[in-house]
């Protein structure tokens, strides 16, 4: 069996047309199309619908599919899911399925380990400025006595 593994495509809402001929080519030259996490980059429902549209140059090759952690960014990820398996879409999320007698088990693998509290940008956007602030106001109190122009 010829896999084709494809990960972070990161769909966008101006991704219309973008991914037909890669999806297209994988589909020449593969059996089963592996697509490995952050699918969306956002993981808006409309985003997912422009995939799928572009999974049609997929034709009656199956797909198999993890969710990565940009696809949990918004409060979308529910739609995101269906509207994938919808279109036939074999979404692993600590499940496990068989094509042609060959196994495949997928689970979200979302930051490398980070805590759910640190999954979306917004909560590392905070965690980093809430850490630039600290930093800042340890260089400013460690270089006050040196700097008395330091705001």
Known sequence: MRLAAIGDLHCKKASQGAFQSLFAAASAAADVLVLCGDLTDYGLAEEARILVKELAAVKSMPVVAVLGNHDYESNETDQVKSLLVDAGVHLLDGEACEIDGVGFGGAKGLGGGLSPS???????????VSHARSIRFSARVGSRSRSPAMP
């Open 118 to 128: 640190c999954t979306t940008r917004r909560s590392r956007r905070r965690w980093r």
